[in-house]
């Protein structure tokens, strides 16, 4: 019976994946176009003249042997991100059958997964449903009984481990301090005052496997960048939130990385800006403790988005686990562990829900064994679909959103583009992120490039040694109001345009330059 449930839920899944890909066939975004970028040039270029610090490669290199099948990669990569939802949701209902749980429970947490995982599916080209996937394999070795008496397990744990890394650099960290812990933990209870012995040898078996299978990618980093490093992000990053503008040239126009690249946004890391730290001053430093303080209430937020159940889940399973120690098991202080954990480094720099998707999955996992705990047997089915029910709220409303902003126009103007043969270097009236995002999935559409314009003012010659310098071809606007329209046409990108094309399509203004 509960297997057959499962199936309904996966069928499910299959049937509303295939129902919402024609809805979403055309999103795109800035950073999987980057990805999508990388992935072309792993797949014409090798790996070590491919290696790009600040993009995590496992994403690509998953594409890339569609591509050199010579399938439509968004389409394909939509595909991969379906597969990998079904495999997840796999992976997360053996997840939840690691615990103390309601079988009622059981049967209804599922489909508050089925939702979750099709929201991540679409969310973006190259998000983190990947990682979601790794973890819960992951989190499937550490919850399970023989977790520490297999060496096959810690040697798969070493292989996943690694796989995390390779899908997120935040891995890397994240993972030898979280696996240490737990063997930690693990260890100690097993083997009481002599688990010092056993639990060496046990991470040694796990780091080992790790750094065996990372380490040539690490030492590519290493080639390219002529430093010790496991990903560019991380610096370039917190550099960025720390001091706005520190590494600020004031150009007009920064051109892409290397010959294949689309824009800047390929590799930020190519132009080897400055880095700072938090102990370069003492004003740094308060900046950085500002900073976590306010990442800290953005995750905040994110935790009550994800449920409004979502502080009484945590602070009635901290208050169960202290209060019941001899009830508890070792798989439920480590959940509460991952729970606390995952999120901790990404405080310092900045956190968004798809960093951190799993912890979704966690959540209704302990509020679950807080409602077998505490509730009557009678009480529970209610209590089950309430709680399942508050964890869908999010992914369909994000579903919702993204159905406005699917990028349908973006094909649209790339098909009128190539009717034009309109092609080459183009400039971008406005660098906020939805326009910048639009014009790079043009540029990816159309096989152009996008150099700038990263000034908020130029004069006219300014712009025409811009143009000359980085031979560029278009200028292109997008505006939503007529006033936006005629603001544009007196701007001096008009006076020295040879051509204006104004009806190519709604809101898009085409400067031609040369």
């Not at 912890?359 to 409602?371: D, E, F, R, V």
């Not at 014009?439 to 010659?461: E, F, H, I, P, R």
Request: a positive charge; aromatic letters at 16%.
């Amino acid at each position: 019976m509960k297997q057959s449930n499962n199936i309904i839920a996966a069928a499910l899944y299959i049937v509303l994946f295939a129902l919402h890909l024609p809805l979403y066939r055309y999103s795109m975004d800035p950073d999987g176009i980057s990805y999508l970028n990388m992935a072309n040039r792993y797949a014409n270029n090798g790996f070590v003249d491919s290696v790009n610090g600040y993009w995590s490669p496992l994403g690509s290199w998953l594409l890339v042997p569609f591509i050199k099948a010579g399938l439509e990669p968004v389409i394909t990569l939509k595909i991969i991100n379906g597969i990998l939802g079904l495999l997840s949701l796999f992976s997360c209902i053996s997840l939840q059958n690691k615990f103390n749980i309601h079988p009622v429970l059981k049967k209804i947490m599922p489909y508050a997964f089925v939702a979750l995982l099709l929201s991540f599916c679409f969310h973006e080209l190259f998000a983190d449903l990947l990682l979601v996937f790794l973890l819960s394999l992951y989190l499937n070795l550490v919850f399970g009984n023989n977790f520490i008496s297999s060496r096959k397990n810690l040697l798969l744990a070493g292989l996943l481990g690694a796989l995390c890394y390779f899908a997120k650099a935040y891995c890397f960290p994240f993972f030898l301090l979280y696996t240490t812990i737990v063997l930690f933990m693990l260890c100690k209870k097993k083997f009481g005052r002599h688990f010092i012995k056993p639990f060496i040898k046990k991470v040694i078996l796990v780091y080992a496997v790790f750094f065996v299978i990372t380490s040539p990618y690490l030492y590519a980093l290493y080639k390219k960048y002529d430093a010790v490093l496991i990903s560019t992000a991380g610096k370039l990053n917190n550099t960025w939130f720390l001091a706005p503008g520190f590494n600020s040239d004031n150009t007009m126009v920064i051109a892409p990385p290397y010959k294949e690249a689309i824009s800047y946004w390929d590799e930020p890391a190519y132009k080897k800006e400055k880095t700072l730290s938090p102990f370069n001053s003492a004003a740094l430093f308060f900046k950085q403790i500002k900073l976590i303080g306010s990442n800290t209430i953005s995750f905040s937020q994110i935790l009550f988005s994800v449920s409004v159940f979502s502080f009484f889940i945590l602070a009635g399973f901290i208050f169960y686990l202290f209060k019941r120690k001899k009830e508890t098991t070792s798989g439920e202080w480590i959940l509460l562990l991952t729970i606390i954990l995952l999120p901790a480094g990404y405080l310092l720099i900045i956190i968004e829900w798809r960093y951190v998707w799993i912890l979704s999955m966690l959540l209704l996992i302990a509020g679950c064994i807080l409602l077998t705990k505490f509730l009557s047997n009678k009480m529970l089915p209610l209590a089950g679909i309430i709680l399942a029910a508050s964890f869908t709220i999010k992914p369909i409303i994000e579903l919702q959103e993204l159905k406005q902003n699917n990028y349908k126009d973006v094909v649209e103007m790339a098909a009128i583009f190539k009717q034009k043969n309109v092609q080459g270097n183009f400039f971008v009236s406005n660098q906020s992120q939805p326009e910048v995002g639009k014009v790079l999935a043009l540029c990816y559409l159309t096989k152009s490039k996008l150099l700038g314009v990263y000034k908020s003012s130029y004069s006219l010659n300014e712009l025409k040694k811009s143009v000359e310098d980085y031979n560029v071809n278009y200028y292109i606007a997008l505006y939503q109001t007529e006033a936006e329209k005629n603001t544009l046409l007196q701007s001096t990108i008009a006076k020295t345009a040879k051509n204006i094309y104004t009806d190519l399509y709604p809101g898009l203004l085409l400067f031609q330059l040369k």
